[in-house]
């Protein structure tokens, strides 16, 4: 099993409607042979001194079966169309793509 964690730094005021554009999406990627887990989620502040708020940063958690069913899912229609939908509302993007040691 991989887990991939996908940092999406979304522009100014424009969170609500990626937080849209990517739920609308979970059901077909859910729905993928491979797929365990797969869900956004955003900062909250806890007060804890050590970490670090962004409040237009989401986060995308991703379990995948492994490497395989991750990159198929990368070539699926459905994802192609919400990077289209979402391209002009993305300021940046960073991958962790991780096994368990």
Not at 9 to 31: G, M
Request: proline share 3%; aromatic share 6%.
């Amino acid at each position: 099993m991989i887990t991939v964690i996908a940092s999406i730094t979304v522009r100014q005021q424009r969170k609500d409607e990626f937080i849209a554009i990517f739920n609308a999406n979970v059901p077909a990627v859910r729905a993928e042979a491979g797929c365990i887990e797969y869900y956004p989620a955003i900062d909250i502040d806890t007060g804890v001194a050590r970490q670090s708020l962004d409040h237009n940063l989401i986060t995308i958690v991703e379990k995948w079966r492994d490497v395989e069913a991750w990159k198929d899912h990368l070539a699926t229609p459905h994802l192609r169309a919400y990077h289209q939908q979402v391209k002009d509302l993305v300021e940046g993007v960073t991958l962790k793509v991780l096994q368990a040691v």
